[in-house]
């Protein structure tokens, strides 16, 4: 029901933007986030949107960098990350949740993943 895309390779201090899709029902009253997993390392907050008001939340690494968003209309939302960094390098996941955008373990739907690969 989320997919997530917009990954790829990209050199350090440039951007991508990540998208995901949801299907199958509205998500609109929802919050949804990123979350990302290095290798070898736990899954991690990125950023999170809250359906209703649309605040927005950051983790401190991404902050400055990277803007999520959202468009009720297309049931898509957005992270747009610049000025990208080697520690970047994750695979980027999308989820949706009835609570809070920041408790992974309060996440209802994932997508599967996209891989953002920041180089030196």
């Known amino acids: 029901q989320l997919q997530a895309s917009g990954g790829g390779l990209v050199q350090a201090g440039g951007s991508l933007r990540l998208s995901c899709a949801a299907s199958?029902?509205?998500?609109?009253?929802?919050?949804m986030g990123w979350f990302r997993q290095a290798p070898g390392k736990e899954r991690e907050f990125v950023a999170g949107?809250?359906?209703?008001?649309?605040?927005?939340y950051y983790a401190d690494s991404v902050k400055g960098r990277f803007s999520i968003s959202r468009d009720n209309a297309k049931n898509t939302m957005y992270l747009q990350m610049n000025s990208l960094k080697p520690e970047d390098t994750a695979v980027y996941y999308c989820?949706?949740?009835?609570?809070?955008?920041?408790?992974?373990?309060?996440?209802?739907?994932w997508g599967q993943g996209t891989l953002v690969t920041v180089s030196s």
């Open positions: 199958g029902r509205t998500f609109s009253s929802y919050a």
């Open positions: 989820g949706v949740t009835r609570w809070g955008p920041e408790d992974m373990e309060s996440y209802d739907y």
């Open positions: 949107i809250r359906g209703t008001g649309g605040m927005t």
